[in-house]
């Protein structure tokens, strides 16, 4: 689950981890209201104001404009403000701002010059450890980076046996090249970041800018937050932030019948049970010709109302042209899934693209006679090389 940046920023201030101050606002005058109890709190006579969507690039689109008056805060927020938001990362169609953050400038002019570095706490896979990347170049897409100055990105591995050493907030530190006063505050800073990391459960936290003031302070200019969605329950506070708007509404409309469902962009919808066989049905109709439309495990639990649930969420994505159901029956009979297919069919009156169905397992004979039976047009097969050939018959 993802957070808006002022969420995350909330949820790191908790951890003690230094944060630009900023007030989330849904009108051009409850900005105003803000910037001006930013400037009572804080000093500052001028404003950033940022688009709260879950999507990164939002400068480039025009979802972050500096205000350095209260009439230009108003103005500038009503601009941004139900604004269709795109980036390189919503896609060209965009989203809809719904709110926005008023937050206190940073970048003023000092005695030591700023800096804006990139940091980020995740899980290393190959290594199976929490890992810090930073880099010397904030403020830019960490993948850009990595592409065009691979030297300049750095990783420090965190042993869950310890945890974050203390010489290893120093090595940071140093490498980010800073000394004195904005050493000592990084070295307080990197501790503080990863304890709110995994206290929160969190996928990813990612920091980027993580800024050096003028007058030597570290603090969290941005932030990216995502909480793993399995570790929730531990979490009500957090999951009681979630912002559906921000999701696809498919998959929000999944999530209600708990179906594990994520869109892809290609023309075969799928319907499993399990996250190894829908992987593997997913490579199929890919071989296949195809390309699937989207990954949707069903569970253990294939009843008539399930099953239709699942067809009709497939069926709302326009691109798909045939369906393919892959089910294993171990704990769950064949029979019975096969019977839910049946009545969810006659449910379903609109089901006019082709349904491909395997049945493997537990009565899987007695299966493949209930789908022969039903007189639905039902292509019921046997092998993984059927369904293949049904498939590329039907996107051909």
């Not at 201030?13 to 400037?39: M, N, R, T």
């Not at 805060?73 to 809809?96: D, E, F, N, S, Y």
């Not at 929000?252 to 994520?262: S, T």
Request: glycine letters at 8%.
């Amino acid at each position: 689950m993802n957070l808006h940046e002022y969420q995350g920023k909330a949820l790191l201030s908790q951890f003690g981890v230094a944060i630009q101050q900023g007030i989330p606002v849904h009108s051009a005058d409850e900005a105003v209201q803000a910037a001006q109890q930013l400037q009572a709190s804080t000093g500052t006579s001028c404003w950033v104001l940022k688009a709260q969507i879950h999507a990164g690039g939002r400068g480039k689109g025009g979802g972050v404009k500096v205000a350095k008056s209260l009439e230009e805060v108003r103005v500038k927020a009503g601009q941004i403000l139900g604004m269709q938001l795109v980036t390189p990362q919503t896609g060209p169609q965009g989203k809809k701002v719904h709110q926005i953050l008023v937050a206190q400038d940073v970048y003023y002019e000092g005695a030591s010059p700023v800096q804006e570095f990139y940091m980020s706490v995740l899980l290393d896979r190959s290594s199976g450890k929490n890992i810090i990347v930073y880099s010397t170049e904030g403020g830019m897409d960490i993948e850009q980076v990595a592409e065009e100055h691979p030297d300049k990105i750095h990783k420090e591995v965190i042993d869950p046996s310890v945890g974050i050493m203390p010489f290893q907030s120093r090595k940071i530190a140093r490498n980010l090249g800073l000394s004195g006063q904005a050493f000592r505050e990084m070295t307080r800073f990197v501790p503080a970041l990863v304890k709110a990391y995994e206290q929160s459960d969190a996928a990813l936290f990612e920091i980027n800018p993580l800024f050096k003031t003028s007058d030597d302070r570290i603090i969290a200019v941005d932030a990216k937050v995502s909480i793993d969605d399995n570790a929730l329950y531990r979490h009500p506070d957090l999951e009681a932030q979630r912002d559906i708007r921000e999701e696809d509404p498919t998959e929000v409309e999944a999530g209600e019948h708990n179906l594990n469902y994520v869109k892809l962009d290609g023309n075969v919808g799928c319907m499993v049970n399990g996250a190894g066989l829908a992987m593997a049905t997913m490579d199929i109709i890919q071989l296949s010709g195809g390309k699937p439309a989207n990954f949707l495990d069903v569970g253990g639990t294939a009843n008539a109302e399930r099953v239709a649930n699942a067809f009709r969420i497939i069926r709302k994505d326009p691109n798909v042209q045939a369906i393919l159901v892959n089910i294993f029956g171990g704990i769950v009979r064949c029979d019975r899934v096969a019977q839910g297919i049946v009545d969810a069919c006659k449910q379903l009156e609109d089901m006019d693209i082709p349904l491909i169905v395997r049945l493997q397992g537990t009565n899987a004979s007695e299966a493949r006679a209930l789908l022969d039976a039903s007189g639905l047009p039902i292509q019921a097969v046997t092998e993984l090389h059927e369904a293949a050939e049904r498939v590329r018959a039907c996107v051909a």
